[in-house]
């Protein structure tokens, strides 16, 4: 693969696949970036909800202003992420995106599901105005990367968290008490919807001519992947999550060729036991949560949690500052983590980390 703005993008490819394979060469991934030595910074760089306005040119021209004057170091690919905000999947089906009156950079769908018998059967609008300027969107990024950078698959929030924003999260927690074989239903049909949604991306954005695909979350793998996820699994018991969302994310994991969970929050740690089952799942990233708790905890004091990952045969995906990373990487299996590392703002910080790693894997 050769990129613009990547001119080392084969020798980070042999090192991922190895990753996605679980072996390890010298050392994990890592991603990590900074401004290039000498290089000013642009005024604003690329943010959620850039193209939702319809000017795709002007989003494409922040981005590759921000990507000239990035170095993007070992693992880590320029990519741009086209994104309406993360209840897009639900706006796909009918939602309409509410932007935030103060963050441009902030959306949300307004719940539309009065009564789920009158919304039954869920189906993919193809004259819905949101998924066709996405496809227009991802044409017009496909062609302007071509070269030069990865364009990533959407962020869905497919599955239940895609109901939710449909529903009203608190409406839906009293459906599945209430209704619950509507909700069998709804979630059947929502589950059918995600390889479609995610083939047309794919193929809009050619990203079968690239061979890789990658996420929000900067991991780069061959063929078509993702990362997966219900932060609505926070609200509901192991057995409701299993019974309505394993079976999404079983379909999710075994339609991609590599995947990881975002598992987000203290109170989605009791789904722990059934991600590790799904087979088809390669890694998590655990996400303590908000606030000055999650802050004062680093992610080395999750290091049990990690290991009990690393011992189902799952990867980690781990982030945090350089320091706080090399307590962590003492206590796993380097064979199975990838690395985002934060804080370092020069070039040699981040060559010295990765000197570092090598010789401590």
């Not at 943010?47 to 004057?69: K, N, S, T």
Request: proline share 7%.
């Amino acid at each position: 693969m050769e990129l613009l703005y990547k001119p080392d993008a084969d020798e980070a490819l042999q090192r991922l696949a190895a990753f996605w394979h679980g072996d390890l060469l010298d050392r994990p991934p890592v991603i990590a970036a900074c401004t290039k030595q000498g290089a000013t910074p642009p005024p604003r760089g690329h943010a959620q909800l850039d193209g939702l306005d319809g000017d795709f040119a002007r989003a494409v021209e922040i981005f590759e202003a921000q990507a000239e004057a990035t170095y993007y170091a070992a693992e880590c690919f320029p990519t741009f992420v086209p994104s309406f905000g993360p209840d897009q999947f639900a706006a796909f089906l009918g939602g309409e995106i509410v932007v935030s009156p103060d963050s441009r950079h902030t959306s949300w769908v307004l719940p539309f599901v009065d009564d789920w018998t009158q919304a039954l059967p869920l189906r993919l609008d193809e004259n819905n105005r949101y998924w066709r300027q996405m496809l227009d969107f991802c044409t017009y990024l496909g062609k302007a990367a071509e070269g030069k950078y990865l364009v990533s698959t959407l962020d869905t929030h497919s599955n239940l968290d895609a109901l939710g924003a449909m529903r009203g999260y608190q409406r839906l927690c009293l459906d599945m008490a209430d209704q619950p074989e509507v909700i069998d239903q709804a979630v059947a049909q929502i589950k059918a919807l995600y390889a479609p949604v995610y083939d047309a991306i794919y193929e809009a954005a050619q990203m079968g001519k690239v061979g890789w695909t990658t996420s929000w979350l900067g991991a780069v793998g061959p063929g078509k992947g993702g990362c997966v996820q219900c932060d609505f699994a926070a609200l509901m018991p192991p057995r409701m999550f299993d019974r309505w969302v394993m079976p999404c994310l079983e379909a999710e994991t075994a339609f991609l060729d590599h995947s990881i969970y975002h598992l987000d929050g203290p109170d989605a740690l009791p789904h722990v036991p059934s991600l590790l089952s799904l087979p088809h799942l390669h890694g998590i990233q655990w996400v303590p949560g908000t606030g000055q708790e999650a802050e004062g905890r680093p992610m080395y004091t999750w290091v049990e949690l990690l290991q009990q990952i690393q011992a189902a045969g799952k990867s980690v995906y781990a982030y945090g500052p350089a320091e706080a990373l090399q307590t962590l990487h003492r206590q796993l299996k380097p064979n199975l983590v990838i690395y985002n590392v934060s804080g370092l703002q020069t070039e040699k910080e981040i060559e010295d980390f990765l000197t570092w790693l090598a010789r401590n894997s």
